[in-house]
């Protein structure tokens, strides 16, 4: 079974497909195999980063200075 790769893990994957891309010098299909490849990546980045959003609370105060959490969109978790 293959093991998920972790963010840090697909964004450094992502760079050196980037890197390779820039140097210019992959024929074509290699390139189109490496270009498919990081567009997955961005997909799996961009849903990791997503799920992330989704669990980040951020604590705030109330108008009476209490504090109250809220989920990162701002809307309040309990409602």
């Given at each position: 079974?293959?093991?998920?790769?972790?963010?840090?893990?697909?964004?450094?994957?992502?760079?050196?497909?980037?890197?390779?891309?820039?140097?210019?010098?992959?024929?074509?299909?290699?390139?189109?195999?490496?270009?498919?490849?990081?567009?997955?990546?961005?997909?799996?980045?961009?849903?990791?980063?997503?799920?992330?959003?989704?669990?980040?609370?951020?604590?705030?105060?109330?108008d009476e200075g209490n504090?109250?959490?809220?989920?990162?969109?701002?809307?309040?978790?309990?409602?």
């Open positions: 079974m293959k093991k998920k790769k972790n963010f840090e893990e697909s964004l450094n994957e992502l760079e050196n497909i980037v890197r390779i891309l820039e140097k210019g010098d992959t024929g074509l299909d290699d390139a189109l195999n490496y270009f498919e490849k990081g567009v997955a990546l961005v997909k799996d980045c961009q849903n990791m980063l997503d799920n992330a959003q989704k669990r980040v609370l951020v604590i705030t105060e109330d504090a109250k959490e809220e989920d990162f969109t701002g809307e309040n978790p309990s409602d």
